[in-house]
């Protein structure tokens, strides 16, 4: 593969050229030593961009990639440009990923106002793979007027996304689990909108009828929108394209607070990766000690103590 | 732990329904710690050119079993040049005639795996070529 240059990849991306756009994505990936320089660049020009950045996130097949399928087709239609990132499981074993997100969506391949890139976890926690977050600062900086990122389905910790995003939309369909599964999901306290997806399902009015009831305690401000949609068929979608909208303009006062927030995140994310390594050599190193009766395992978080010390100041 | 991942576009061009081929491929490549992506049956070679570009793929391959792969891969390699984009390597799978092979060598394409082509010997060649 022939070094790219990295100056002049800078430049044909300020010059919006798609190509030079691709592998930047890919250098952030890779994590390849121009990665600094080229996360500077975007850090840096991202503070002049505006694009309303979704997540969406839900459980596999609830039918995510098919819905931001549709969304695209009416920002389209309101003239926006679109970049979607679209993230699918890494094979724990092989790191190997099938990335089958674009299956739904590609009818949009030719469309130069629409760009898809796929990207496998590559072992990242919280459904959200550790380049998406580096990456969407790229997207920014090329100007797309909306940013949606699909994610792994929700999970149990797999919050992370809203973080990253102005608006999380949380899709369901029947048949993937009851509300016992979303509160330990905390997706509750994670979405702004809610989909209930496959509404041409009969039992998608239970699942409607039970949302509504359960926010109804909630004050009104409060309250996380909730919109059915048959993805498949492109119906709903109006009410859906409203609530986001509605949904971006709640956000706006907490913006300030959020982008702080954001940066936080990132840095534990950073610090959390820098010690990583450290950490698993001592708990290796105190696994044989553990091993060979020297210390109990019950007495492994006095010993460590004096071994890690991170007071915040 | 993140490091450079093949990245290869699983391609299936026109009006050809079968997809054990490309579903097979995908698990293979998966396996092999490669990033195997997709975008379903019936596209145009445009499509897949393009799609293969925004992907940042090092690799496009094709699968038909409807002896149209001459055709196809033609024209992926004009699209890729038309997106300064020749670097991407095709290959291509399926039924092939020994003209058929000879053909698409002509034109750049090296990977060529006429079908009962054992997966080990696919990757293998997938690796020499984008290596
Ligand atoms: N009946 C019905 N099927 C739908 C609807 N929307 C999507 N589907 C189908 O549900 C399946 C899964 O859709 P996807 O869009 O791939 O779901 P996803 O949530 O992106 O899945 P993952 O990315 O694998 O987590 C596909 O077969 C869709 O055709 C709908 O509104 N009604
Ligand atoms: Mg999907």
Not at chain 1, 254 to 281: C, F, N, W, Y
């Amino acid at each position: 593969m022939r070094k790219i240059n990295i100056d002049e990849l800078i430049t044909k991306f300020a010059g919006k050229d798609r190509r030079a756009f691709a592998k930047a994505i890919s250098i952030v990936e890779d994590n390849e030593q121009d990665k600094d320089k080229l996360l500077d660049y975007a850090y840096e020009q991202a503070a002049g961009c505006e694009s309303l950045i979704i997540g969406v996130t839900g459980a596999g097949g609830a039918g995510k990639s098919t819905l931001i399928d549709k969304l695209i087709c009416e920002y389209r239609k309101m003239g926006k440009n679109v970049g979607v990132i679209a993230v699918d499981p890494s094979s724990p074993y092989t790191g190997g990923a099938v990335l089958g997100d674009r299956i739904r969506m590609s009818s949009h391949n030719c469309d130069d106002g629409v760009y898809i890139r796929s990207l496998g976890s590559r072992g990242a926690w919280g459904g959200i793979s550790d380049a998406a977050k580096d990456v969407l600062y790229l997207y920014k900086v090329f100007g797309f007027d909306v940013i949606i990122l699909e994610s792994l389905g929700v999970g149990q910790a797999e919050t992370e996304i809203t973080n990253f995003v102005d608006v999380t939309v949380v899709v369901l369909a029947p048949g993937f689990g009851d509300a016992i599964q979303m509160a330990k999901a905390g997706v509750q306290e994670i979405a702004d909108v809610f989909v209930i997806n496959k509404a041409d399902k009969p039992e998608a009015e239970n699942l409607y009828m039970h949302l509504i009831s359960t926010f109804d305690t909630l004050p009104v401000n409060e309250q996380p929108l909730v919109v059915k949609t048959v993805a498949s068929e492109g119906k709903g979608m109006d009410t859906f394209v409203a609530a986001v909208a509605q949904a971006a303009e709640k956000q706006i006062p907490k913006r300030e607070q959020k982008r702080v927030t954001r940066i936080e995140h990132e840095i534990l994310s950073d610090m959390h990766k820098t010690i990583a390594p450290g950490l698993l050599k001592l708990a290796k190193k105190l696994a044989g000690k553990v091993l060979a009766k020297e210390i109990s395992l019950m007495r492994i978080g006095e010993n460590l103590k004096d071994k890690i010390r991170i007071d915040g100041s | 732990m993140l490091a450079k991942k093949l990245r290869i576009v699983v391609a299936k061009v026109g009006c050809d329904i079968h997809e054990r081929g490309a579903l097979t491929l995908l698990n293979v490549f998966r396996d092999a710690g490669m990033e195997a992506i997709y975008n379903g049956r019936y596209h145009s070679e445009e499509s897949i050119a393009k799609s293969a570009v925004d992907e940042n793929a090092d690799v496009i391959a094709v699968t038909d079993l409807s002896g149209s792969l001459v055709i196809i891969c033609r024209k992926i390699k004009q699209a890729l040049k038309e997106l300064k984009a020749e670097d991407i390597i095709v290959t291509c799978g399926g039924i092939l005639t020994k003209e058929d092979i000879d053909e698409l060598r002509a034109l750049g394409v090296e990977g060529c795996f006429p079908t009962g082509t054992p997966t080990d010997e696919i990757l293998e060649k997938i690796k020499v070529l984008a290596g």
